[in-house]
């Protein structure tokens, strides 16, 4: 058995895991709501929006902003074709996956991506907030695994690439920081 098989067995056994030791209806509803704040990044997006308004916070709103776009064109544009994985609920046939299946390619989770990188940019503007915003991300990025949209490696790799684009975005803003 190669590594790549390894690893696939090793993150539908912890997919399989969740579903039979963790899943029920009150989780459900609950990473529902929490997943959905990761749709399309908007949460962050907002966020992103309200930070520029005050001059404390505008330079890590501004990163923000750009942190999502990098994020979301790499991950969408580039690494999800280049990877083609297919979702672990289409490998493996898993019926129930509780919200509306998401098409496209798993890897990278693009709400994880967002999520890191936003939490990232917060927690670096704001300690208090930015641990707000990093219990959120890492429960957007949880819920991702509890409806069986994306693989455990597929989160991690959206933690790290998010991460690393956030921290990329906050050197790039540090000539410009105080032109704002």
């Known amino acids: 058995m190669d590594l790549l098989n390894m690893i696939i067995d090793a993150d539908i056994a912890i997919l399989d895991t969740i579903q039979q030791g963790v899943r029920c209806g009150i989780g459900d509803v609950f990473f529902s709501i929490i997943t959905a704040f990761g749709d399309g990044g908007v949460l962050w997006i907002c966020l992103g929006i309200m930070m520029l308004l005050a001059k404390r916070t505008r330079t890590a709103g501004i990163v923000l902003l750009f942190a999502l776009a990098f994020t979301s ?51 670096k503007a704001d300690r208090r907030a930015g641990a707000a915003a990093v219990i959120i991300a890492a429960l957007i990025a949880y819920s991702r695994m509890y409806f069986y949209v994306h693989y455990p490696t597929d989160v991690l790799a959206g933690l790290i690439l998010g991460a690393a684009s956030a921290s990329l975005m906050m050197r790039l803003a540090r000539p410009v920081k105080y032109a704002l």
Not at 102 to 113: C, D, E, L, N, R
């Open 73 to 123: 064109s790499l991950g969408v544009l580039v690494i999800k074709p280049a990877v083609c994985r297919l979702r672990p609920f289409v490998l493996t046939g898993f019926e129930h996956v509780f919200i509306s299946p998401p098409g496209g390619y798993s890897f990278p989770s693009g709400h994880t991506v967002t999520s890191a990188a936003a939490a990232v940019c917060i927690y």
